[in-house]
């Protein structure tokens, strides 16, 4: 008898278990309460600024700049209360955010449904200070039995995470169809491509199934669906090349 194959599920974080486009705008209104629409806006321009720099978003970098910008860098014991009171709040808000506070709904159930049929790890992009704190502090990390690996462009890192992950099969679960697209095209192993329809990256795909995915699902609720045998059934071997 031929044992079932092994699979390794790898899960994004950003619109895939936590509703990021909702956190960020809470984190908005945070930071106009905090500053003021001015300043506000003059974060998130560094933000974006920083974003197209570094190829992934940047909460240390941009408030570093931020500081630099508006002199709340040099606000040490001879400063205004005040100044030093905005500046410890300010990083207070961005690196503390409860992002377990926008975890989608059923995230643990889904989680603890696929590992009970396989490996589950995080995948991620994303600042490789500021993204794993931000997983842990939404108790991702525990959920996934500490499997996190977080990378600028996850995609050229794909070698390090199959040696850490043996797998015969792997199911990567993504909001984003260029991540689906970019890992297909570089994974040497077979894999099942889910997009979740959910975040802005996901809606830019259209409504319905999408052509690049092997299973598309409407909520990441909808994973808890399917066995092992129909992840790995829907999939197709590596790409030749």
Do not use: C
């Not at 079932?4 to 930071?31: C, M, Q, S, W, Y």
């Not at 099942?192 to 598309?216: E, H, M, N």
């Amino acid at each position: 008898m031929t044992a079932p194959p092994r699979v390794t599920f790898l899960v994004d974080v950003d619109n895939t278990l936590i509703d990021n486009d909702v956190a960020k705008t809470e984190i908005g209104h945070r930071l106009e309460a905090l500053l003021g629409a001015a300043e506000t806006g003059r974060f998130w321009r560094i933000y974006e600024q920083v974003r197209a720099e570094a190829g992934v978003v940047s909460y240390p970098l941009t408030l570093a700049r931020f500081h630099e910008e508006t002199g709340l860098s040099s606000a040490g014991d001879e400063a205004p209360a005040a100044t030093r009171d905005q500046r410890f709040a300010l990083a207070d808000l961005v690196v503390a955010f409860p992002y377990a506070d926008f975890l989608y709904p059923q995230t643990a159930e889904t989680l603890a449904h696929l590992g009970a049929l396989g490996r589950v790890a995080i995948l991620s992009d994303g600042d490789p200070t500021y993204q794993p704190t931000k997983i842990a502090r939404a108790g991702l990390d525990a959920m996934v039995d500490g499997f996190v690996f977080v990378y600028p462009h996850k995609e050229l890192y794909l070698r390090e995470v199959t040696a850490a992950l043996p797998a015969d099969h792997y199911v990567l679960v993504e909001d984003k169809p260029d991540n689906l697209t970019k890992v297909k095209e570089r994974l040497a192993a077979p894999l099942t491509r889910v997009l979740v329809q959910q975040g802005k990256y996901a809606a830019a795909a259209g409504p319905g199934p999408w052509s690049g995915a092997d299973i598309t699902v409407e909520r990441l609720g909808g994973l808890m669906g399917y066995d092992a045998a129909a992840f790995v059934a829907a999939g197709s071997p590596p790409m030749d090349g």
